[in-house]
């Protein structure tokens, strides 16, 4: 959803858990139904990247109802194997995720209303509607959005309902520099919103690519490390 991001120093201690079922993600090329479905809405002509860009991961994911679900990620196919590894860590952690569905199924808005985890739709950046946003790219995902708002400068915390869930607490489902989805994505290398100056993006997290402009794709450098000290600390 937003293409800057300052990010804090971390070290990163992942605990033991106990044994949980089988985690399941197989990652598959999209298929032809799935292409139909996201072509004029999560797709569109003139989207930086292309359906044969993009890949399908199916996940297995522990609920808010302390039971396993089931759902699909598209993101973009050189990043898929990460997501299989993100999710994976994250069932074992047995950490609680709403819902996992594709973002065509709901649209603008109604996915972050209905708590839906989401990673590729081709949208302009909040931040700066002349760029695209790395969802776009297939490098991003929402996790969690109503536990997990985004701070609109100008209109205030987005979705509309979740201005309640704002404060970093240890809330269900909710990401800070505590929780282990936090230490999870970043282990992984892929950064988090929540640290951004002003306009905290709590459900964000990107992968980030280094040098140049424009295509973040075409950057030489994949970041897999990070070390920074923000300007400002997530919203209390």
């Not at 996940?59 to 993101?75: C, K």
């Not at 979705?159 to 282990?187: H, L, T, W």
């Not at 951004?196 to 990107?206: E, R, V």
């Amino acid at each position: 959803m937003k293409t800057r991001f300052l990010v804090t120093a971390f070290v990163l201690v992942l605990s033991a858990h106990a044994q949980a079922p089988l985690f399941s993600a197989p990652i598959s090329p999209l298929t032809a139904q799935q292409r139909a479905a996201m072509t004029g809405k999560s797709w569109k002509p003139g989207c930086p990247v292309s359906l044969d860009d993009l890949a399908s991961v199916r996940v297995t994911y522990w609920g808010f109802d302390n039971q396993t679900h089931q759902g699909t990620i598209v993101l973009h196919k050189r990043f898929a194997q990460e997501a299989y590894d993100i999710f994976g860590q994250l069932y074992s952690a047995r950490f609680p995720i709403y819902k996992i569905d594709t973002w065509e199924n709901y649209g603008p808005d109604v996915y972050a209303e209905q708590d839906i985890t989401v990673g590729f739709y081709c949208e302009r950046a909040d931040d700066d509607p002349t760029q695209w946003s790395s969802h776009a790219y297939g490098l991003a995902i929402d996790l969690n959005p109503r536990e997990n708002p985004f701070q609109n400068p100008k209109s205030g915390w987005w979705p509309q309902s979740s201005a309640v869930f704002a404060p970093r607490d240890n809330g269900q489902g909710k990401i800070s520099p505590d929780s282990p989805a936090f230490r999870i994505f970043m282990r992984h290398r892929w950064v988090w919103g929540g640290f951004s100056a002003g306009d905290p993006d709590l459900m964000h997290f990107t992968k980030l690519t280094y040098g140049g402009s424009g295509n973040p794709l075409d950057r030489p450098y994949t970041v897999t490390g990070l070390q920074s000290t923000p300007e400002t600390a997530p919203p209390q």
